[in-house]
């Protein structure tokens, strides 16, 4: 099937962005949406576009400034969409960039011939243009993002290295005289410098060619010039399937793949062999493992578009943690309970997929658990790296050795030390710290020396050449040769990698001064990425530019690695061996003081946390403490191994909205149970409530409504007025709220209507708008009041205030179920695609299916049954992976309908016998209102008939209704 262009929407009015949505989804266009250029800017680093239709006015952003950015590095259609008239202000849009500019109101007939007449322009001058890609040899060149991969690793050339390159691609064959090279590239002025061409020429092959002197790609003309060989015909680069690219979740490698075509090659047949399913690439620590299994993972993905999910479990210890961990890598949710390898399973299926567990050793223990995946998943394969190796049936050991050493032996000339795979790896990292070190006669055996004292691995070989800038290789030597002897000692005690690597890390550490020698045991304690501001937390009396400069010398030597995220957000991150002799180097004195700062660090940074989740879009919270979260878990533990009561409290109080945000809903659960036992009498009774709430939430999302109700309720115990009056409001909100899901609808609106005034005595706006919402529902549902319609329509308005997106959409949804039950169909159709609109970016998921089966309810009763089919389906399945079982019930409630609808009754009694039975085993009945509302679209001869069998299981009943041939529960097929 041809995928449907993907259309950019930026438009900052709502009306207006919701009728050009409407109008392209119409014409099956599949559609992005932003409302800021901040937004946009991201999605169009992200997706893959093929245009863009902007306003001409953004609020706080230049749109014609943003065009002319996007314009500089892409042809990437641009439709301006504006309400000026003037001939002069279009004609300014036009020169800045756009293609087309179309003047509101239009008409939408015009609107999408100016939409197609771009794309087809576009698609025409894509055709024309000129291969992205071109072969040569080992080498692959890519003109569009300018860059040159030899045997698949990045080159890094210089602007004038590249500009030589592409014209002696441009002319390959033929001879180029120095003269013409030198104008070409250097101007006119440079035409008889030849001496300086030639040093480019020299630095240029020894990037490109294997052996520099020995050229095979840059033939010297003598006295002429220079003529490039070997060029291969063009070829397209494999264009991978943009639903595979969803998967790609690989690593930069760590170690550039130097001499390992032999590895490479060989592992690529093993990979290819069908009964090769499971292979576990083992070595030393620090020879380039992850490299190796990235690397093929990016050829498997790039040319047979095979989908790729890349699991990191340097930060995990506990086997029983690996089953979420690779579901989570996967974008499948925690659930909240221990089936996450089942819905693994499920998800895979018979996908043809590639999973990378990276660093297995320490997770030995869930083995059986990758055997398990495997038997369920018949097109699955896994690539394992690891030390040691798992032991289960069919594992393929793939043995990694050290990079190829020159022979001392033999005292190899010059022309042999260079071919070394571990000297190139040598020389390429010392030139990247100083580009006038060169291999030379004189100092090739003392780096051939240095690399055989380091065994040929990676890590410790970049380690040392990082000190090429400050030390020659004659006394870099002499400094190694000191730790020899702690080098190659076999200790009990100590690991095969800290065997190989103790001592490059120990010699690093000895050139740090005595200040940067205490930060680097300091950043020891983050179990994972940090911040600045994180590692300058650790000593608050101290500089922060000194701890800064501190950090970055840290980074260029190598022992410390720095990103910056899409937020601009700056990250640092160390090695796990780095990170283990560090922690041996911190005193046990100074790492109690200094958790102790990490753990009121954490306190402060989720109070302010706690606030963002309360008022607007936290997607940045959550991004950035998804990362911090092994830390998090490692100060959590230790804060409560040492009963720091209050902090470990104060913590909690705010990190549930974190778990409850993420889906982490088991564990949340155990680490506020874990703090119970930390003298609760000493701890304010304001943080006590504020967990108790937490606790309440979790629980009644894993549909626990009695525990939900007891953690509620010690909010409520007398006397009341010991309690603060925003937790007894909220601990009342909640208590309504379960009430409501369960059907007690009095007393759901008797706990509601209790905490409205108490909300709004302590203007809690978000408070209040929870509380109205959930009234409304239990009056409309209960009663069929339509005065429920206010207290919607004023809920929604307090999260319109607060700029809560996630609250505008949920609300928008439950005034659309609304008017749903009052039959006002078309108006419900707006408000549940608005709903949508709004929560799909967020990515809040469940809110967003809910939406989708009133929608599809709504088509339902509108006589569009494809459509309805097709929400009802898509929301199902959604709300059964998040873990929404009422939201499943009432989904599976809209199918059992369409199939009477459709002149299949059995399947429609079975449906309905399966709704009704996971209602009764979680205590939710179907509101009474809503019943009303389907039994309207159904003839009035039709009932529905109770069936005596039910599902084996939750699974088995959502495998039903998603099966379009299953007519009975008691069927054994369909288990998705």
């Given amino acids: 099937m041809t995928q449907q262009p993907t259309i950019l929407v930026i438009q900052p009015d709502r009306a207006l962005q919701a009728l050009i949505v409407r109008v392209l989804k119409t014409a ?102 000129q291969p992205q890609y071109t072969e040569c040899g080992v080498l692959l060149i890519n003109w569009q993002d300018q860059q040159v991969r030899k045997y698949g690793e990045l080159v890094h050339l210089t602007k004038t290295e590249w500009a030589l390159l592409k014209l002696f691609v441009q002319y390959h064959g033929q001879v180029l005289t120095h003269r013409m090279l030198l104008q070409q590239v250097w101007g006119k002025s440079y035409s008889e410098d030849r001496a300086y061409l030639h040093a480019y020429i020299r630095r240029l092959r020894a990037k490109l060619e294997d052996d520099p002197t020995k050229p095979q790609l840059i033939h010297s003309e003598s006295g002429i010039g220079y003529r490039f060989m070997r060029i291969e015909a063009p070829s397209q680069a494999p264009q991978a399937n943009p639903t595979s690219l969803a998967h790609l979740r690989l690593p930069y490698p760590i170690a550039a793949l130097i001499g390992r075509q032999h ?44 989908p790729v999910v890349f699991v990191a479990l340097d930060t995990i210890n506990d086997p029983n943690m690996v089953a979420a961990s690779l579901a989570r890598a996967a974008g499948l949710r925690d659930h909240g309970d221990d089936q996450s390898l089942e819905r693994l399973q499920d998800w895979i ?27 369920h998943c018949p097109n699955l394969k896994i690539v394992v790296t690891s030390r040691i190796v798992l032991g289960v049936y069919a594992e393929y050991e793939f043995v990694l050795p050290p990079l190829g050493l020159p022979d001392l032996q033999q005292s190899p000339p010059l022309e042999q030390i260079a071919a070394s795979p571990a000297v190139q790896l040598f020389v390429q990292r010392a030139q990247a710290v100083d580009s006038q070190f060169r291999l030379t006669a004189e100092n090739a055996p003392i780096v051939a020396e240095i690399c055989v004292r380091l065994d040929g691995l990676a890590l410790a070989i970049e380690l040392a050449a990082v000190h090429s800038k400050f030390y020659p290789p004659k006394v870099m030597l002499q400094r190694l040769n000191q730790r020899l002897d702690f080098l190659y000692h076999n200790s009990p005690d100590r690991t095969q990698r800290q065997h190989s690597l103790r001592g490059a890390i120990d010699w690093s550490y000895e050139l740090l001064g005595s200040y940067e020698q205490t930060i680097f045991q300091g950043i020891s304690l983050f179990d994972g990425s940090f911040t600045r501001e994180a590692a300058q937390a650790l000593w608050p009396n101290d500089e922060p530019s000194r701890i800064e400069r501190v950090l970055q010398h840290l980074v260029n030597a190598s022992l410390l690695q720095r990103e910056t995220s899409s937020d601009g957000l700056s990250w640092f991150a160390m090695l796990d061996t780095i990170r283990e002799y ?56 230790w804060g409560i191994q040492q009963e720091y009561s209050l902090a470990v409290w104060q913590l909690c109080a705010s990190f549930w909205r974190f778990w409850h945000e993420q889906g982490h809903i088991s564990e949340g659960r155990e680490w506020l149970a874990k703090i119970q036992h930390l003298q609760p009498s000493t701890i304010p009774l304001a943080i006590r409530d504020k967990v108790r709430l937490g606790a309440g939430v979790l629980a009644f999302i894993q549909d626990d409504y009695a525990a939900a109700n007891q953690a509620f309720g010690e909010v409520l115990v007398e006397p009341r007025a010991e309690h603060q009056p925003k937790a007894i409001a909220h601990a009342l909100t909640n208590i309504g709220m379960v009430a409501y899901w369960q059907g007690r609808y009095d007393e759901a609106i008797q706990a509601l209507e209790e905490s409205l005034p108490l909300l709004k005595m302590l203007d809690d706006r978000y408070g209040m708008a929870s509380s109205l919402r959930h009234l409304g529902m239990s009056q409309l549902v209960h009663h069929g ?30 005034y659309g179920r609304a008017l749903l039950i009052y039959g006002d169909d078309h108006e419900a159709q707006q408000w549940l695609e608005q709903s949508i609109a709004m929560l799909e970016p967020l990515g809040n998921w469940p809110a967003m299916a809910r939406s989708q089966t009133f929608l599809g309810r709504v088509a339902l009763a509108q006589r569009r049954y494809a459509d309805a089919q097709q929400l009802l389906s898509q929301s199902l399945a959604t709300l059964y992976r998040v873990g929404d079982r009422e939201g499943v019930a009432a989904s599976i409630e809209g199918l059992a309908v369409w199939s009477a609808l459709n002149q299949q009754p059995d399947r429609a009694h079975a449906l309905w016998s399966g709704a009704h039975w996971l209602r009764e085993v979680i205590g939710a009945p179907i509101p009474p209102a809503d019943y009303q509302a389907l039994r309207r679209m159904l003839p009035q001869s039709f009932s529905f008939i109770q069936q005596a069998q039910t599902p084996k299981s939750l699974r088995h009943l959502v495998g039903c209704a998603l099966a379009s041939d299953c007519n009975s529960l008691g069927c054994d097929e369909h288990e998705q």
């Fill in 28 to 129: 099956s266009f599949q559609v992005l949406r932003s409302d800021s250029i901040q937004a946009a800017q991201l999605l169009v680093e992200q997706e893959a576009l093929d245009l863009v239709v902007i306003d001409q006015w953004i609020p706080d952003h230049d749109a014609l400034e943003f065009c002319r950015n996007l314009r500089e590095h892409s042809n990437l259609p641009l439709l301006m969409v504006g309400a000026s008239s003037d001939a002069y202000m279009r004609g300014i849009a036009l020169d800045q960039g756009i293609d087309d500019y179309v003047i509101t109101p239009f008409h939408e007939s015009e609107f999408l011939a100016r939409v197609r007449a771009l794309l087809r322009r576009s698609q025409q001058a894509t055709q024309q243009q």
């Fill in 785 to 814: 009041s339509r005065s429920a319609l206010a207290l919607l329509a004023e809920s929604l308005s307090f999260y319109q205030e607060l700029g809560s997106k996630s609250g505008i959409g949920t609300a928008m949804g439950f």
């Fill in 263 to 306: 590895e490479l090659t060989a592992l690529q047949e093993l990979l290819s062999k069908p009964e090769a399913r499971l292979i576990t690439i083992t070595g030393m620590g620090g020879s380039g493992k992850t490299s190796m299994a990235s690397y093929i993972a990016q050829q498997l993905h790039q040319t047979q578009q095979i």
């Fill in 349 to 375: 299926s018979n996908q043809t997929m590639l999973f990378i567990l990276d660093n297995f050793e320490q997770v030995l223990g869930a083995a059986p658990q990758v055997s398990q995946l495997l038997q």
């Fill in 582 to 637: 560090s922690l041996s180097k911190l005193p046990k004195g100074e790492a109690h003081w200094l958790q102790q700062q990490l753990l009121d660090y954490y306190v402060e940074l989720m109070q302010q946390a706690e606030q963002a989740f309360l008022v607007s879009n936290h997607t940045g919270w959550i991004k950035r403490l998804e990362r911090e979260l092994p830390t998090i878990r490692s100060i959590l533990a």
